[in-house]
């Protein structure tokens, strides 16, 4: 194991990341620059890059999701970081490669990365994070555009026949809805979490679940959130609904429903998770999983039982969205 200078202790979001309120205000991204042709981005190029990201992390899933579909995988290499165990929080570690050590990039944790990239950044080395394989170095951990980069700016790269995820006459109204999901839903999750006071608790809470019956009423007469076919948005929205009632829910404290309480969203749920390359880069056991202190009698619910529940199955179970569709058999619009 290799601990360098440029190994860094992973900062706690509930030091750095609260006001003066209690409230949680994520930290902003840091490597922002755009994927795209001319001065001031990042080239489009196969094989350049390589995609870290984490099974438990809902932004980075999104991207891993994005990358099957649209059939990136010989252009856009990728790899998994978890946590491994140390006296101090080290953040992402390559923890499931021989050594420990990414074996193109050569480094131990993620925040060796970050500090290649900027020795003067302090925030929190976070997934996804889009590595230059040339230089080893971070050029992109923007998770709110990620996705859309993939399904645009690399388009000359996207298989025969991949669905379009981000329509072009759909994009404005598609962006002002990935705010939404952001604010209330995505990000709510954590609001709600990561809150230091109740009047932040119960405002993040108020709001996520203000979201969730919004969600829950348009699913009502529509297959997907913009209709007949899958975008970009659904799948922002279905990485936070794995987690919902997989890990969440322990930390969101007395829970008014879980997703399978919502008859639309968990159909709508269960529709998507039929779709390979979600099913494929969703670990539903993984993130159940829990290894609570069993020396009590109150044993928490995922140490009970996150190795004994059937995910498979009950995310398998039949849903009639079709029905909502007026193209049932075709989830995807191809670009």
């Not at 992402?92 to 990039?105: G, H, S």
């Not at 859309?148 to 329509?167: C, M, Q, S, V």
């Not at 970009?232 to 309480?261: C, E, H, M, Q, W």
């Amino acid at each position: 194991m290799t601990q360098g200078a440029n190994v860094r202790v992973r900062p706690k979001e509930t030091e750095h990341e609260i006001d003066e309120k209690g409230y949680f205000v994520r930290q902003k991204n840091h490597f922002t620059t755009p994927f795209g042709d001319g001065k001031g981005k990042l080239p489009v190029e196969a094989g350049r890059y390589r995609l870290i990201w984490a099974k438990g992390c809902h932004w980075s899933n999104r991207a891993s999701i994005v990358r099957e579909l649209l059939g990136l995988e010989e252009f856009i290499s990728i790899n998994l970081v978890g946590r491994g165990q140390h006296e101090q929080n080290l953040g992402w570690e390559f923890i499931f490669d021989e050594n420990n050590t990414d074996p193109v990039l050569g480094v131990q944790f993620l925040s060796e990365l970050y500090a290649n990239s900027d020795s003067d950044y302090k925030g929190r080395p976070t997934v996804p994070a889009v590595i230059d394989i040339t230089t080893k170095q971070v050029v992109n951990n923007d998770y709110v555009w990620l996705t859309n980069y993939l399904e645009n700016e690399f388009a000359p790269f996207h298989k025969e026949g991949a669905p379009d995820l981000y329509p072009t006459q759909l994009r404005a109204e598609i962006d002002k809805y990935n705010d939404f999901l952001f604010d209330n839903v995505n990000n709510g999750v954590y609001k709600a979490m990561f809150a230091q006071s109740i009047e932040a608790y119960n405002d993040a809470f108020e709001h996520l679940y203000a979201a969730l019956d919004s969600i829950e009423e348009r699913l009502e007469t529509n297959r997907f959130l913009f209709g007949d076919y899958v975008t970009d948005s659904d799948i922002r929205l279905f990485v936070t609904l794995a987690r919902f009632d997989t890990y969440y829910f322990k930390n969101l404290g007395p829970i008014r429903n879980r997703i399978v309480d919502f008859k639309n969203i968990w159909g709508y749920a269960r529709d998507l998770y039929e779709i390979p390359a979600f099913k494929n880069n969703t670990y539903l056991r993984d993130l159940a999983k829990s290894d609570g202190n069993r020396d009590t009698i109150f044993i928490d619910y995922n140490t009970r039982f996150w190795d004994q529940i059937d995910f498979e199955g009950r995310w398998s179970q039949p849903q009639n969205r079709k029905e909502k569709s007026s193209d049932p058999e075709n989830k995807f619009k191809i670009g």
